[in-house]
């Protein structure tokens, strides 16, 4: 099993360009959640989603948006690059509502300039 | 709302000692699951233990046991007989179960956990 899969690992941007992180899960996880990871904090959830055709917004879902058409796929949109969303973004994906643990995937390091 | 606190930022362990990571959270949840997820270099985010707030007895996995104290909100993590592949950040995590708050992740800063040869 390939487990979750983030695409790219490593992305730089010019402010105002938009892009598209992408994440796939074969394990048929119903549960699918984007996380952002700035230095020296934690992280912090985005958007999340509990099943195809159902997202919902995290701590931080400013200038992000998501769309959960199928079980396996889980794409974040950048709208508007901006330097504050220079961080490192995390996928992550679970059985249940996250109480199992999550799976993570590689994560992408965004940097906007 | 919930947070979690982790108060050491780093902490450094000799190969084969023990050594403990602290945890605290803030809750008015009453259904709720904690977690240990490790962060090697490699970025690679790794579930280590989990732990049901409904039962007491505390979870073990190998060398990683937590000591959970509900009443105190205070969940630590305690590494016995250290190995130089368990150096990496630490991260607490609370996630809320069974309610419209279910699944919404709070995670800590992190502990950067060095094991020194």
């Known amino acids: 099993n390939a487990g979750v899969t983030q695409t790219p690992k490593f992305q730089v941007l010019k402010t105002g360009q938009s892009m598209t992180l992408q994440c796939a899960q074969d394990?048929?996880?119903?549960?699918m959640s984007w996380y952002r990871q700035d230095p020296g904090m934690g992280l912090r959830l985005i958007h999340y989603?509990?099943?195809?055709?159902?997202?919902d917004q995290g701590e931080v879902p400013n200038g992000y948006n998501v769309s959960r058409s199928t079980t396996e796929d889980f794409p974040l949109r950048l709208l508007s690059a901006a330097p504050s969303q220079t961080s490192v973004y995390f996928c992550?994906?679970?059985?249940?509502?996250?109480?199992?643990?999550?799976?993570f995937g590689s994560g992408t390091r965004l940097t906007v300039v | 709302a919930q947070t979690v606190t982790q108060s050491q930022p780093e902490m450094s362990v000799q190969e084969a000692e023990t050594v403990t990571l602290s945890c605290t959270y803030d809750?008015?949840?009453?259904?709720?699951?904690l977690f240990w997820y490790k962060q090697p270099p490699s970025r690679q985010m790794i579930l280590v233990i989990r732990?049901?707030?409904?039962?007491?007895q505390n979870a073990t996995e190998n060398r990683f046991s937590v000591n959970f104290q509900k009443a105190a909100k205070s969940f630590s993590l305690k590494i016995s007989d250290s190995q130089l592949g368990d150096t990496a950040m630490y991260f607490c995590?609370?996630?809320?179960?069974?309610?419209?708050?279910?699944?919404?992740?709070?995670f800590g800063d992190g502990t950067t956990l060095t094991v020194k040869p």
């Open positions: 992550a994906s679970s059985y249940g509502t996250g109480v199992y643990g999550y799976t």
């Open positions: 394990m048929n996880h119903e549960y």
């Open positions: 809750t008015s949840e009453s259904n709720y699951y």
């Open positions: 732990q049901e707030a409904y039962k007491q």
């Open positions: 989603s509990v099943g195809a055709g159902i997202t």
């Open positions: 995590a609370f996630t809320p179960a069974y309610n419209t708050n279910a699944g919404k992740s709070t």
